[in-house]
């Protein structure tokens, strides 16, 4: 049981999306509604939570969730439409599902161009408001804002960067690269055959394989590098100022030690298919992730604990 005197994550979603006035709604693994923020009741015109209610019932046809169609621990971004009194509203969602719960952010309307310049400016005046606000809070409330941005920003399980972090950062890296010309290698990690270690020896020895490879990739990283979880068992690696042909090195290098490692528990050797790529002039973030990506797939193809370079 978690302590109800004090508990961080549950005063940080009753007090931050009280600003945000976005829609947030606890479930059960039954899709059932355990909890709910005041804003979805009010644009729902609901006077109370209608616990037991499926989410379903708010969902467009196009937007029906299936709790176990979700991966644990992987936060998501998706749009769903939501029927309130008769209107399907598209919203940008951020669904996470931890253990037998999943949470869901709406956490703005998918709109038009001149739709959205006028909600960020209002986005703009309710975050100056927020700032003003948090100077006059107590330690109680810092604290839980920081875990926010630890939550949003951090792996749930690895403590590597999240997807959405090594994103935004990644938008950073190419922006300096298309100003000074300073290489950029992009490698995409996927652990070979991941789903034999969870059915042979369960979800939490397939956790600690996670955990440590994440250890011994951030041990190779340097402080100007970034590595984050991109998927269930895939990792992404930005190295800046490291060309293609570094870049296939440092996956080698890589690669060897992960053949090497022990974990207890587990027999079978840990292997890992690397793909590498240089960013190119011509490149957007997603075109040089989808080359790695088809990179590591060519060494799955060619018989796994391989690194491919395109």
Not at 47 to 52: A, H, I, S
Not at 174 to 191: C, E, H, N, Q, V
Request: with cysteine; glycine share 6%.
């Amino acid at each position: 049981m978690r302590n109800k005197q004090f508990d961080t994550e549950q005063l940080l979603v009753e007090y931050y999306y009280r600003y945000f006035k976005n829609l947030v709604i606890l479930c059960d693994e039954k899709m059932q509604l355990i909890w709910c923020n005041s804003e979805f009741l009010r644009i729902s015109n609901l006077e109370k939570m209608p616990g037991g209610a499926s989410i379903n019932k708010f969902l467009g046809s196009a937007s029906q969730l299936n709790f176990h169609e979700l991966e644990s621990n992987i936060d998501r971004n998706m749009v769903l439409e939501f029927s309130f009194q008769g209107r399907l509203i598209p919203y940008n969602c951020i669904i996470l599902r931890r253990q037998d719960q999943l949470l869901i952010v709406a956490e703005d309307k998918v709109m038009s161009d001149p739709g959205a310049m006028e909600h960020i400016g209002r986005v703009n005046s309710e975050m100056a408001n927020m700032t003003r606000e948090l100077k006059k809070q107590s330690m109680a409330l810092e604290k839980a804002y920081a875990k926010i941005s630890e939550l949003i920003t951090t792996d749930y399980l690895t403590g590597l960067a999240s997807r959405k972090c090594i994103n935004d950062n990644f938008s950073k890296a190419t922006s300096y690269f298309k100003r000074t010309g300073a290489p950029l290698s992009i490698i995409m990690a996927d652990l070979d055959l991941f789903k034999q270690v969870n059915d042979k020896y369960g979800h939490l020895m397939g956790d600690k394989v996670l955990v440590r490879v994440a250890k011994l990739i951030k041990k190779f990283m340097r402080g100007e590098d970034l590595v984050g979880r991109f998927g269930g068992e895939e990792f992404l690696i930005i190295l800046v100022g490291t060309d293609k042909d570094g870049g296939e090195i440092f996956a080698e290098r890589l690669r060897e030690k992960i053949e090497l490692m022990k974990i207890a528990g587990v027999p079978q050797k840990v292997t890992m298919s690397f793909g590498v790529t240089g960013f190119l002039p011509s490149d957007t973030t997603d075109s040089a992730v989808k080359r790695a990506d088809e990179a590591m797939y060519m060494a799955k193809n060619q018989g796994r604990n391989k690194v491919v370079v395109l």
